[in-house]
């Protein structure tokens, strides 16, 4: 299992946060839910996750892409 650093747990963590259909989602709950759909790609070195109908990755360094 890939280690994620702290810059790819909390861009993580403000994927999470992002407003879907008008409001917030807040609860700690929830959050560790997502956290583990989120999965680390060796090939690519990101971890990935699927959000509104499309694939991020979310680079070591925090940078969150599409």
């Given amino acids: 299992m ?8 909390e861009a993580l963590y403000r994927v999470y946060c ?3 259909g008008g409001t917030t989602r807040t609860d700690l709950r929830g959050y560790r839910s997502f956290r ?5 790609d060796g090939l690519m070195g990101c971890v990935m996750i699927r959000w509104e109908g499309m694939w991020l990755g979310i680079e070591a360094d925090g940078h969150t892409h599409s």
């Fill in 2 to 9: 890939a280690v994620w650093t702290r810059k790819q747990r």
């Fill in 18 to 20: 992002r407003p879907v």
């Fill in 36 to 40: 583990r759909m989120a999965a680390h």
